[in-house]
């Protein structure tokens, strides 16, 4: 990574519950400091960019792939990023997003959730075309695309991420 430019970073939001990126968030001042060296080109805290750029350096991508749109969104970033970051325990092993791997196909924990638990007038989401299909089952980015970082955590804590970026932007590949 050419040091004298603006890192070109990205951060991901798959099936997650965004602590990740809260965390991320928890750097408070020190996100000044970033944003000398770093230009956020897509992120779902920064911008309400819809269209994954081109050319991207380091991507943060917080969450397991569960459905149809995680998997078409990874593999674009993974098509147009130079470092990709397994952003949290999440992406890393499926950790909460996965709780529903044991039982089986996502049918199982809809029919729960919208129908067993319902007051009687329940109905399970039925939007197609609007709802991505769920995906059986929930897997980590690794299982999918080659990962080349990994920064564990549920969520991460704040200064391993700024240790993460800061390594990274010295040209080195930090091991957890
Ligand atoms: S790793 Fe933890 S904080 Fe991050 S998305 Fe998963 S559940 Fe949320």
């Known amino acids: 990574m050419n040091t ?5 970073l990205a951060t991901v939001w798959l099936s997650g519950c965004s602590g990740c990126h809260m965390a991320f968030l928890d750097l408070d001042a020190w996100l000044l400091e970033l944003a000398a060296w770093a230009e956020v080109v897509y992120s779902p805290v920064a911008s309400d960019r819809k269209v994954y750029p ?3 350096d380091v991507a943060l991508v917080e969450g397991a792939v569960a459905n149809d749109d ?12 130079r470092v990709l970051v397994s ?8 950790n909460v997003s996965g709780l529903r791997n044991p039982l089986g196909a996502a049918e199982a924990v809809l029919q729960r959730s919208y129908l067993q638990l319902a ?7 039925h939007a197609p075309g609007l709802l991505p299909a769920l995906r059986t089952p929930v897997l980590p980015l690794h299982a999918l695309v ?16 700024r240790a993460v970026l800061e ?9 957890p």
Do not use: K, M
């Open 119 to 125: 007051d009687g007038s329940g109905q399970c989401p």
């Open 70 to 81: 995680n998997l078409a969104l990874l593999l674009q970033v993974r098509q147009r990023t």
């Open 54 to 56: 081109d050319d991207v």
């Open 167 to 175: 390594a990274l932007r010295r040209g080195e590949r930090p091991r």
């Open 4 to 8: 004298e430019q603006r890192l070109r």
């Open 146 to 161: 080659p990962v080349d970082v990994y920064l564990p955590g549920c969520p991460p804590d704040p200064a391993r991420i």
């Open 87 to 94: 952003f949290g325990d999440c992406a890393i092993h499926t």
